[in-house]
T-cell receptor
């Protein structure tokens, strides 16, 4: 079966613009995670969904960041009024259920560049 | 504070040589421990994980890791490196309660020379 897919693979935008990043998890996976990976760093947790609800959004850096998963599958990470510091690779992962012991499968990421 | 330290930003080894990548963690209790590999253009892939039991765990692609509680370490090893092992390796920890918030180290980039 297909793995986690993310679109677009690259996104270049200007400071102040709005962007949406999409994640298609593995079919049937109820848990979905977003991470941000800055240059030279490991992934940093942003938000976790169990089904349609955001079970933990404590990693979102500020209120410019928002994520949805309306039907419990595809998720969209939305960033308003982008800033140059938002430039990073945004990773999505899914797992069959929640919990650290359940392997997270990662997508290839979306590289966001804010000019 | 909870953290993961990978002291080596990059390592170069010759093909066929052995490899050890270091990982130290700081956590309130013994966490769940993971090693991931990230190849260019690929998503992170889980190499192995430790939850409990035998402190030497085997993973995919011939990798193994040893948990040492006294040293708060979880070093990754491979007896003979192949050119295809060149990638970035991340050590990570997760809460022992089985929660979902995984903390990653900054990674070690492995270069393999012929």
């Amino acid at each position: 079966g297909a793995g986690v897919s993310q679109t677009p693979s690259n996104k270049v935008t200007e400071k102040g613009k709005y962007v949406e990043l999409r994640c298609d998890p593995i079919s049937g996976h109820t848990a979905l995670y977003w991470y941000r990976q800055s240059l030279g760093q490991g992934p940093e947790f942003l938000i976790y969904f169990q089904g349609t609800g955001a079970a933990d959004d404590s990693g979102l850096p500020n209120d410019r960041f928002f994520a949805v998963r309306p039907e419990g599958s595809v998720s969209t990470l939305k960033i308003q009024r982008t800033e140059r510091g938002d430039s990073a690779v945004y990773l999505c992962a899914s797992s069959a259920t929640s919990g650290t012991y359940n392997e997270q499968f990662f997508g290839p990421g979306t590289r966001l560049t804010v000019l | 504070a909870q953290s993961v330290t990978q002291p080596d930003i990059h390592i170069t080894v010759s093909e066929g040589a052995s490899l050890e990548l270091r990982c130290n963690y700081s956590y309130g209790a013994t966490p769940y421990l993971f090693w991931y590999v990230q190849s260019p253009g690929q998503g992170l892939q889980l190499l192995l994980k430790y939850f409990s039991g035998d402190t030497l765990v085997q993973g995919i692609k011939g990798f193994e890791a040893e948990f040492k509680r006294s040293q708060s370490s979880f070093n990754l090893r491979k007896p003979s490196v192949h050119w295809s092992d060149a990638a970035e390796y991340f050590c990570a920890v997760g809460p022992p309660s089985g929660g979902f918030k995984t903390i990653f180290g900054a990674g070690t980039r492995l270069f393999v020379k012929a």
